[in-house]
């Protein structure tokens, strides 16, 4: 089994749309190719040899697979499902999934591999309200709406939302909701606040870190989705970095130095 390849028999093959699919966990984790080849105990040109025309063994592709906790089962899956197809919607897409709160978390649920019943019992729906919420993602082209409510996504499992589109527009309309009214100091909430004076290279930094912070997120909820927990619960997780005015403590009256401490 360990000789058996699954490289680049031709363009656009099976073997490449797997390394795709591999390399963009890779991303979603935070993983260089550095860090892949130092788990493996390989050298990083080999990593970059097997993702950019080099034949790669299955053995290679299940441990690759083992650093970021998926088996091949699982990678075909994802591959097959779409994932790494359509990465930026079309205005028309986005105006028309921004149009119900409800059809976009529908959206993001089936990306990450969420089946219809599923849905279907986490959001306490009837089946004519789930199968309404597909049909209307299959006829903005999101998805192909199968037998039986079985779905195969059409696009990137994280889309690049278009800047200042009707998604992000809807996101800024969600957060202003649910942050501006949050009770910070509730049983279930933690936070950190830090302010610090930053140059434009540490501010590029921040930016990957915050990234990389988001993909690690991301794979917590893969590794609790794949162990079937039981006792698990919905997290709303914002990060976010923005100009401070430390000055302005001069300008307000009783203002408070917890406001750019954290303290």
């Known amino acids: 089994m360990g000789s058996t390849s699954v490289g680049r028999a031709r363009p656009n093959g099976g073997g490449e749309r797997l390394l795709a699919t591999l390399k963009q966990c890779f991303k979603e984790r935070g993983l260089t190719y550095k860090h892949v080849a130092r788990s493996l105990g390989v050298s990083e040109a080999s990593i970059k040899r097997y993702f950019t025309g080099g034949t790669v063994t299955l053995a290679q592709l299940e441990r ?6 998926i088996g091949i089962e699982d990678l075909i899956a994802r591959a097959a499902s779409g994932d790494g197809a359509v990465e930026k919607l ?13 059809t976009s978390f529908v959206f993001y649920l089936v990306r990450h591999g969420w089946t219809a019943a599923e849905i279907r019992d986490e959001l306490e729906m009837s089946e004519a ?5 597909l049909i209307r993602l299959e006829k903005l082209s999101l998805i192909d709406l199968l037998p039986a409510n079985r779905v195969k ?3 990137a499992r994280f889309p690049n939302w278009l800047s200042g589109g009707p998604i992000r527009r809807q996101f800024d309309r969600t957060l202003k ?3 501006a009214s949050l009770d910070y100091h509730a049983p279930g909430v933690f936070w950190e ?4 004076k930053l140059s434009a290279a540490s501010r590029g930094k921040l930016q990957e870190l915050m990234e990389g912070f988001t993909r690690a997120v991301r794979g917590l909820a893969d590794d609790d989705r794949k162990s079937r927990l039981k006792e698990t619960d919905w997290r709303s997780v914002l990060v976010v970095t923005k100009p401070a005015d430390p000055k302005q403590m001069r ?3 009783n203002t408070r130095r917890s406001q750019f401490t954290g303290e």
């Open 129 to 133: 309200e789930i199968t309404t919420h």
């Open 251 to 253: 300008r307000k009256k």
């Open 193 to 196: 606040l830090e302010t610090v």
């Open 153 to 155: 996504v059409l696009t």
């Open 177 to 179: 909701s649910e942050f």
């Open 64 to 69: 690759m697979c083992a650093t970021v906790r």
């Open 90 to 102: 079309s205005l028309a897409q986005e105006e028309g999934l921004a149009r119900s709160a409800l």
